[in-house]
């Protein structure tokens, strides 16, 4: 018996939504080993067909012990974020549609989403209002779209022409990054032949230090990519943008700014003026998936000079239909760095729409309030040391040594309670909180405050919360 498509869809949507209502009370992250997983999910490819129905059921009864609770608000490692329920419904409907957002022939209604996302999003964000835009996978890909631009842009007006041409022979970029830049520059700078950057100095929070910047920048007038940040993965800094872009300027050099997470502070009035001076940059990156709360994958690019933008991402081939008749329409594989791709901008769509520009000035704020929260508390506990001023949703602190820190955050994890992770700050083992879900409240920073004032005095008992302690062990228990 073959199972109708609506069969397994609904099986698949009251899956979903008992998983999500059983985030509350599960671990955060699962008691369960990679081996225990491999036993579970590791069955033969079979030689027949399976029912969908059955196959759907088997790979969440399967997947479920491996599940962490990230989508929940008891969640605070990385910077994650979760799903709004609009966003996640989007989702699920972009994958029912099927669309391939690689041309607008191949789903009009696909294209012109994202048409209508740059300007939400250039209004939202304070950029330039003409500004491209490109929706890929993460702020990775984000940054090699941006570069590539960049890269095209700083060369053309050297009379040099990459796309043609490429690097060999060409004159020398030269790229200034900031010293606690994230990883995924040095990636996408390394994908596009550009080799290792140049490292400015940055000062205690993280911030790139914009007077050792100008001093690289000085005497030089060759072709230049200027890095900065907004919203240091550990502290949330930001670069002094600002007098960054001042400094590009006389230079002439590119300044693309991540803003991962950071770029959102733009659209909450109470945190805008951290992000002042981005509006002059000439990319931007930033992700979807983090702190706006769309499902994974959707990272965005966005680029003030469309035809550098494009020029170095489109294609051209015969049989592709570039236009809608007269009307010029777009086309998304001459933003991004991928042909055919899932439609990205719908979840986008529906989360801006379900908060609205106060839901995510109200988002930003309040995540950023819990932050705070949590900083002046934790800082009360015995033994703890705060390492960053608290200016957004990061929190960065430690204990009196490394293996004291660690041996903390490893109890608190255990604990099934809160779950974040351990980082390294100035050659110093630290912890990171990262308030980025939109279910993240007062409950779960208490909790969070809760978990680790037990787990510093070794104190194995509940402490306040026996009936999350009692769900979480029969959850535990129920686990593989
Ligand atoms: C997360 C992050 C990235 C990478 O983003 P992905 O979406 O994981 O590719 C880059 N920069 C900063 C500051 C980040 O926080």
């Given at each position: 018996m073959v199972d109708s498509a609506r069969t397994v869809i609904e099986q698949a949507a009251a899956l979903a939504a008992a998983y999500l209502e059983s985030v509350g009370s599960r671990p955060v992250f699962p008691n369960v080993t990679a081996e225990q997983l491999r036993v579970a999910?590791?069955?033969?490819?079979?030689?027949a067909p399976l029912a969908p129905a059955e196959v759907v059921r088997d790979l969440a009864a399967a997947a479920d012990p491996g599940l962490v609770g990230s989508a929940g608000g008891r969640y605070f490692g990385f910077v994650i974020g979760g799903g709004l329920p609009a966003a996640l419904a989007a989702d699920w409907l972009t994958s029912a549609w099927d669309q391939n957002a690689g041309l607008y022939v191949a789903g009009p209604a696909a294209s012109v989403v994202e048409e209508v996302v740059r300007e939400w999003l250039v209004d939202l964000l304070g950029l330039p209002a003409d500004a491209s835009v490109g929706f890929v996978t993460g702020t990775q890909m984000a940054h090699v779209t941006g570069f590539a631009a960049a890269r095209f842009h700083v060369l053309d007006a050297a009379g040099w022409d990459v796309g043609r041409n490429g690097l060999q022979g060409a004159p020398r970029v030269r790229v200034l990054v900031g010293e606690k830049r994230h990883v995924t520059v040095d990636r996408a700078l390394r994908l596009l032949g550009l080799g290792a950057p140049t490292v400015v100095g940055a000062d205690?929070?993280?911030?790139?230090r914009s007077d050792a910047l100008a001093a690289q920048l000085a005497g030089h007038d060759g072709p230049t990519i200027v890095c900065a940040q907004a919203g240091e993965v550990n502290t949330g800094a930001f670069d002094p943008l600002e007098e960054i872009a001042e400094a590009c300027r006389p230079a002439g050099a590119w300044l693309h700014v991540d803003g991962a997470f950071g770029l959102w502070a733009a659209a909450a009035p109470a945190y805008r003026q951290l992000a002042a001076g981005a509006e002059r940059a000439d990319s931007w990156t930033t992700d979807a998936h983090k702190w706006l709360n769309v499902p994974y994958d959707s990272g965005i690019v966005l680029c003030a000079h469309p035809r550098s933008h494009r020029a170095a991402m489109t294609v051209h081939a015969e049989y592709l239909v570039q236009t809608d008749g007269a009307q010029p329409v777009r086309d998304q594989l001459d933003w991004v760095p991928e042909f055919s791709r899932r439609a990205r901008g719908f979840a986008v769509y529906a989360a801006l729409r379900s908060l609205g520009r106060s839901g995510v000035a109200e988002l930003v704020e309040r995540c950023c309030r819990h932050a705070r929260s949590f900083a002046d508390r934790i800082a009360t506990q015995p033994g703890v040391e705060l390492l960053n001023e608290v200016v957004l949703n990061q929190v960065l602190f430690r204990y009196e040594d490394d293996a004291r820190t660690d041996a903390v955050v490893e109890r608190v994890q255990r604990s099934g309670r809160v779950w974040l992770s351990g980082t390294s700050w100035d050659g110093r083992r630290a912890i990171r909180v990262s308030v980025s879900n939109w279910q993240t409240g007062d409950e779960e920073i208490d909790l969070a405050l809760e978990t680790f004032r037990a787990a510093a005095a070794g104190d194995t008992r509940s402490g306040g919360s026996s009936t999350l302690d009692e769900a979480l062990a029969r959850n535990r228990h129920g686990a593989r």
């Open positions: 999910l590791g069955r033969p490819m079979p030689d205690g929070q993280g911030r790139m």
